[in-house]
């Protein structure tokens, strides 16, 4: 097993990255969080002309029939400049759910694959591969649906509604739903509340929902590995330009040391991050979330106080990632929860 990126993991960085550069700047991000937090016409570019819908999608329904690697590399770079787009949601959870009934979603998958449809899994950000049904009451009878869904992600922009219940995927049209667009700290990613009322719903077959979830944590690793790397290397530039005392506030013995401590952390994050992509398994999965999921935060904070004043303002963008940090760290499991797993798996004994 290598953690080192191949040559074709580097040109779709470098391909994303060069579209977000210029259609997805920090400032851009912030005033549209300002509104409408998701921006149609960059998924649409990064979904058809990059192919990032289909990437984990199999070459016989449409996809390019990619590993997890290569999501991981797209989400390290949405997350280093929070780009308000459903790939996560849609590309990586939705995905991986369809990828369990492909029997009966060839079609949808396909038509995620070409970018074509969204489809958001009606499941909360506080569920888990440890507790997969919290936040959710829904059950299933006759083909419909009854019960309330808290804190999902990707809701209000889904072409279809992936619902997990009694141990089975069901498809449900959006507009049978009550979708409640939900106060939300990450203003770069909205969470709503989905209510069922006897809603229609397909079955599409079995769905180990803790196994998706696990996936879901797992990549989600190599997003927050984006944030951090973003505020580490925007706070590097910030303290070589800073003057303070006739000098560059980075020539600081004190400064430096943060600022080491704080790569270090991040290389530990990216090597987390890219085993967890590469193995999926769930001893590296609670691995990349018990480290990573503290690391974004704290580079985030760290970053926020060596930017000094300005980077208290609602102007600077600083903000947006501290609060994707913040909410990213309680996705899919807290890092108590991954310690707690993490132990169990490593054969770790508790207190008597």
């Known amino acids: 097993m290598t953690l080192l990126y191949s040559e074709v993991e580097e040109e779709l960085r470098a391909a994303v990255r060069d579209l977000l550069a210029d259609r997805c700047p920090p400032a851009a991000v912030l005033e549209r969080a300002e509104s409408d937090a998701y921006d149609p016409g960059l998924w649409k570019t990064l979904a058809v002309e990059i192919g990032v819908a289909g990437l984990l999608v199999p070459e016989e329904h449409g996809g390019a029939g990619a590993s997890a690697r290569e999501a991981a590399v797209v989400l390290e770079e949405l997350g280093r400049g929070v780009a308000p787009v459903p790939f996560l949601t849609s590309a990586v959870l939705a995905t991986r759910a369809l990828l369990e009934v492909r029997d009966s979603a060839?079609?949808?998958l396909g038509r995620?694959?070409?970018g074509r449809a969204t489809a958001a899994l009606a499941v909360s950000?506080?569920?888990s591969p440890y507790r997969p049904g919290r936040g959710s009451s829904v059950t299933a009878a006759e083909g419909r649906l009854s019960g309330t869904v808290s804190g999902v992600?990707?809701?209000?922009?889904a072409d279809v509604l992936l619902v997990p219940a009694g141990g089975n995927l069901y498809s449900v049209d959006p507009a049978a739903a009550r979708i409640e667009v939900a106060p939300s700290f990450d203003l770069t990613r909205p969470v709503a509340t989905v209510t069922f009322a006897g809603a229609p719903a397909t079955?599409?077959?079995?769905?180990?929902?803790a196994g998706v979830l696990r996936y879901g944590a797992g990549l989600l690793a190599s997003?927050?590995?984006?944030?951090?790397e973003w505020c580490l290397d925007t706070t590097l530039a910030y303290v070589r330009e800073r003057r303070q005392f006739a000098r560059p506030i980075g020539s600081f013995q004190a400064i430096k040391h943060r600022l080491a401590d704080l790569w270090l952390d991040v290389v530990r994050a990216r090597a987390a991050a890219r085993a967890a992509a590469t193995d999926g398994s769930a001893l590296t999965v609670a691995v990349a979330q018990a480290w990573n999921s503290g690391v974004a935060v704290h580079v985030a904070e760290e970053a926020l106080q060596l930017h000094?004043?300005?980077g208290m303002t609602w102007e600077h963008p600083l903000h947006l990632?501290?609060?994707?940090?913040k909410a990213a760290e309680i996705a899919f499991g807290t890092p108590g929860d991954h310690r707690e797993a993490l132990a169990s798996l490593a054969d770790v004994p508790g207190p008597e």
């Open 308 to 310: 000094g004043g300005i």
């Open 153 to 157: 992600a990707g809701a209000e922009v």
């Open 223 to 228: 997003e927050q590995l984006g944030v951090a």
């Open 321 to 325: 990632f501290l609060k994707r940090a």
């Open 112 to 114: 995620l694959a070409e």
């Open 125 to 127: 950000l506080a569920a």
């Open 203 to 209: 079955r599409l077959g079995a769905v180990d929902l």
């Open 106 to 108: 060839g079609e949808l």
